[in-house]
T-cell receptor, first 108, second 117 residues
């Protein structure tokens, strides 16, 4: 990827379980954003965390950012089948570049 | 909220022909837009940054003459794939950055599936 790595590359869980995805990046950032992509569609913005923030919540989403380790995590709590999608972290420093992404499958 | 319209959503063209993809911000101005390419089950690769009224900035390895970008107004950027070949088949996605800087600042189009036969 242009910006970093995400792990796991694929994650399969049961409905109701939590899903955690990690993202590492290479360069300085202004902010880090998480996006969701359903197959063959565009990206939907989920949450943004600024470089001076460490944790942010939005509904069932929790994002952390560790700038010293250049890493971030996305936690989706109480997952639903509708959460099945690919998730990407994007880092912004003028332009937005993405990690490899995690394919999340939530089984009913 | 901010909306970006990208079309066509799908296009099939013959080898050697050119294809134009449009990216339009519907309810905001975007001096800067971005074009990405995505292969199946892979991430989005930034191809170029499109700047209204000036030349686009291409990422390393992206052929400028192959992928022509025009950003003639604050709401429209176009990507033309010239002399398309089967290896150009891919999913192309545009993004527009709001000039006001509100929210995430980046809004994505729904993508264009290009198939070159």
């Amino acid at each position: 990827s242009q910006q970093g790595e995400e792990d796991p590359q694929a994650l399969s869980i049961q409905e109701g379980e939590n899903a955690t995805m990690n993202c590492s990046y290479k360069t300085s950032i202004n902010n880090l954003q998480w996006y969701r992509q359903n197959s063959g569609r565009g990206l939907v913005h989920l949450i943004l965390i600024r470089s001076n923030e460490r944790e942010k919540h939005s509904g069932r989403l929790r994002v952390t950012l560790d700038t010293s380790k250049k890493s971030s995590s996305l936690l989706i709590t109480a997952s639903r089948a509708a959460d099945t999608a690919s998730y990407f972290c994007g880092t912004s420093y003028g332009k937005l570049t993405f990690g490899q992404g995690t394919i999340l499958t939530v089984h009913p | 909220g901010a909306v970006v319209s990208q079309h066509p959503s799908r296009v099939i063209c013959k080898s050697g022909t050119s294809v134009k993809i449009e990216c339009r911000s519907l309810d905001f101005q975007a001096t800067t837009m971005f074009w990405y390419r995505q292969f199946p089950k892979q991430s989005l690769m930034l191809m170029a940054t499109s700047n209204e009224g000036s030349k686009a900035t291409y990422e390393q390895g992206v052929e400028k003459d192959k992928f022509l970008i025009n950003h003639a107004s604050l709401t429209l950027s176009t990507l033309t794939v010239t002399s398309a070949h089967p290896e150009d088949s891919s999913f192309y996605i545009c993004s527009a950055r709001e000039d006001t800087g509100g929210g995430s600042g980046y809004t994505f189009g729904s993508g264009t599936r290009l198939t070159v036969v």
